[in-house]
Structure formats: structure tokens, C-alpha cells
């Protein structure tokens, strides 16, 4: 009984303890562009920093929560720091595109994209040819000024 107590026990602190800011085995943090990811820290962070800004943003939703968005493709570092200045974590950001229901559509040069979940839509997505880009995107903002 106490044995099997003490499993339940380890259990649940596992779903309570904070994820680590490095992935398993030394791999970059990774996430889809146009897209948010909580990170969990084991200290509280008063400064974050990323490398090349351009492709991934980091907030700080309080002292052990973060929001990491992917801005654009690629990799950059992100370094946390407590508030002694001292490193809490400094690990790799990958930013990849988003695999799951996404068509990439090649006209000769031009592409375009499309998100297909359940019907297929377009979307903007960096490298896609800028006329199509253009017409999604006013498409996008005459729907959202209707809405309001």
C-alpha cells in the first residue's frame, strides 16, 4: 500500500513541477511560426533575452511563466536572467512552420498557402508570392472590420 501511495505521490508531482526550458536531450525549444508556447522555469526570470528578435519574442507572464511566439523561421538563443543578473537558462529557439494541415500550392514561381482543417483557406505565410499575400490579407481585415 505505502508503495503504491508513494507512485501516486511521484505521479502527481509530475504533472504540478515545472517543465524544463531546454527540450529532452539538449534539443532547441521548438515552435510553429504565427504561433505561442508557455515555458515553465524552475527560478523566477526579471530579464529575458533573444538573440535575433525578428524570429522568435519571449514575454515574461510572471516570474516563471513565459510566452514564447514564433516570429519568423530559423533559430536564435534565449537566455533568461533572475534577478541578480545571474543566467537561469540559456538554450536554442527553433521556429518551424506548422506541418498539420497545411498545403503549400507552387504556380511556376509563385506559392501560396493554404490551411486545410477542415476547409481549405488561405493564409500568409512568409515567402509566399506577395500578390496573394496582399489579397489574403485584405480579405483577412475587411472580415475583422465587419466583425467590430
Known amino acids: 500500500m505505502f508503495r503504491l501511495a508513494a507512485i501516486a505521490l511521484m505521479i ?3 504533472f ?17 511560426v504565427n504561433m505561442a508556447r508557455v515555458l515553465r522555469i524552475s527560478a523566477p526570470a526579471a530579464t529575458v533575452i533573444v538573440g535575433n528578435p525578428g524570429i522568435a519574442d519571449v514575454t515574461i507572464q510572471d516570474p516563471q511563466t513565459l510566452i514564447l511566439t514564433g516570429k519568423s523561421y ?16 540559456d538554450t536554442l529557439v527553433e521556429v518551424v512552420q506548422m506541418a498539420a494541415g497545411i498545403m503549400t500550392v507552387y504556380q511556376g514561381q509563385n506559392r501560396t498557402t493554404l490551411s486545410c482543417a477542415p476547409t481549405c483557406q488561405p493564409v500568409v505565410m512568409m515567402g509566399d508570392d506577395a500578390g496573394f499575400s496582399g489579397q489574403t490579407l485584405a480579405s483577412s481585415q475587411l472580415v475583422q472590420s465587419a466583425a467590430n
Open 12 to 14: 502527481a508531482a509530475s
Open 16 to 32: 504540478v513541477a515545472p517543465m524544463p526550458l531546454q527540450a529532452q536531450d539538449g534539443a532547441p525549444i521548438t515552435v510553429n
Open 74 to 89: 530559423g533559430q536564435t538563443n534565449l537566455i533568461v536572467l533572475d534577478s541578480r543578473g545571474e543566467p537561469v537558462a
